[in-house]
């Protein structure tokens, strides 16, 4: 097979996906409207530190106001979705980011709190509602690709959102940016207001009574093993981001900090596409098995910025794959009717996920060592990869039996 073939085969799951109606256009606003969005933690946090004087410990606060805000209202936004539809919910949640952010400013601290948890609490839901859009689009044996684009278009804002809020930080001000972040995540909700993708199954009869689902019959230990995986996979992210800053302070290469999370994020992105275009499913726990199991030696590599780099590709090639497969898990074993609120437990699980493994990683890192930050999320992640083995193990079992049984019986009849 010549290069060009292959090149050609490896593309078609792509090609395939993004020629389905509405799913270029989604992604394609997707990742414009999650720039803002990505960029609110560290404006805040130059705002509270630069303009109101705090310490970056009630800095962290505010940050874990929006957080705990986020994981509480995602699920509930999500049900709203479920039931009243994507537009209502976001012109509530346009509006609140409207005040939050135009009011913030000029808060004192101890209002800046509860108002960053109230307006966490009704955040523009637009992470989980492209998972949701996502599963709406594309027929079940096709969202893998599709997921993974998804997911190298979240890496992307990430890339783009924080180091946009820290240049305009730094030379106009926090004060300003905050804003400017604000107007973003406006406009952002008013493009998806006016794309208004598709959040329930359209391949279903439109005059079809929609089934009420109670959470016992979705609320299942396969996708309480899938948010445990998700969970685990971002606090494993989350630890490494602080660890690999504190590695580089350490061995007085904090100036390389910069290149090797790039380094990190392009290995996310070639990942994420080679996962996309495999034709054999990747289950998300082997996923994180290999991410947790990648990340622990990472610090060994900390002596040069460049040793950490090439310690970060094997576990940074597996970021976007362990999210991609958990969000397309979740969208398969949530039916569509409560698919909104599904999603948005999946977005709680990530958001605490990501909050826990920093300040875990932190309290590690002072206790010990900077590549204990690594080593000890790391081992987190394998634990609960093992501690979720035996429902993977029991849905095989119990699958096999159910292909062998109609075999068995066409044998004897």
């Known amino acids: 097979m010549t290069p060009e073939v292959r090149t050609v085969v490896n593309l078609k799951p792509y090609r395939e996906a993004l020629a389905l109606p509405g799913l270029r256009s989604l992604l394609l606003v997707a990742v414009l409207a999650r720039i803002p969005l990505t960029a609110t933690g560290v404006t805040l946090t130059f ?19 929006v957080t705990v805000g986020a994981a509480i209202g995602g699920p509930l936004l999500g049900r709203l979705i479920d039931r009243r539809g994507l537009r209502p919910v976001l012109v509530l949640t346009g509006i609140v980011e409207a005040i939050f952010w135009s009011t913030a400013p000029s808060l004192p601290y101890l209002l800046l709190l509860p108002a960053a948890f109230i307006a966490g609490s009704l955040a523009l839901p637009i992470f989980s509602v492209v998972r949701q859009s996502v599963a709406a689009l594309v027929p079940e044996d096709r969202r893998r690709p599709a997921y993974a684009l998804d997911s190298m278009s979240v890496e992307l ?32 909700g008013v493009a998806f207001w006016l ?11 439109p005059d079809t009574p929609r089934r009420q689902v109670r959470r016992r019959e979705w609320v299942t230990p396969r996708l309480l093993a899938v948010l445990a995986i998700s969970l685990a996979a971002t606090l494993v992210l989350g630890g490494t981001d602080v660890a690999v800053v504190a590695v580089l302070r350490e ?10 999370l ?10 994420g596409f080679a996962y996309g275009a495999t034709h054999r499913a990747v289950s998300p726990l082997a996923l994180l098995a290999g991410l947790s199991l990648c990340t622990i030696p990472v610090g060994l590599g900390g002596s040069h910025w460049w040793l950490l780099c090439l310690a970060m590709i094997p576990a940074g090639a597996l970021c976007a794959p362990t999210l991609a497969a958990t969000a397309d898990a979740v969208s398969k074993l949530a039916p569509a009717e409560v698919r909104g609120e599904a999603m948005g437990v999946h977005g709680s699980a990530v958001t605490i996920g990501l ?19 690594f080593a000890v999320t790391g081992v987190i992640g394998a634990l609960v990869a093992l501690a979720v083995l035996p429902i993977q193990l029991r849905h095989r079992r119990a699958a096999a039996a159910a292909q062998a049984e109609p075999a068995y019986a066409a044998a004897n009849h």
């Not at 303009?51 to 106001?65: E, K, M, P, Q, S």
């Not at 790039?262 to 990942?271: E, N, Q, T």
């Not at 300040?359 to 204990?372: H, N």
């Open 157 to 188: 804002s990430f890339m783009i959102g924080p180091a946009l809020a820290v240049a305009l930080a730094t030379t106009i001000s926090a004060r300003h940016t905050l804003y400017l972040v604000g107007a973003g995540i406006v406009a952002a």
């Open 262 to 271: 790039a380094m990190w994020a392009v290995a996310s992105l070639v990942g």
């Open 195 to 205: 794309l208004n993708p598709p959040t329930a199954d359209g391949r279903q009869e």
């Open 47 to 65: 705002y509270v530190v630069q303009d109101l004087g705090r310490g970056y410990g009630a800095a962290g606060l505010v940050g874990a106001a």
């Open 251 to 260: 061995s007085g290469e904090a100036g390389w900090t910069g290149a090797v």
């Open 355 to 373: 909050a826990v493994g920093a300040p875990l990683a932190g309290a590690v890192i002072d206790a010990r060592a900077p590549w204990w930050g």
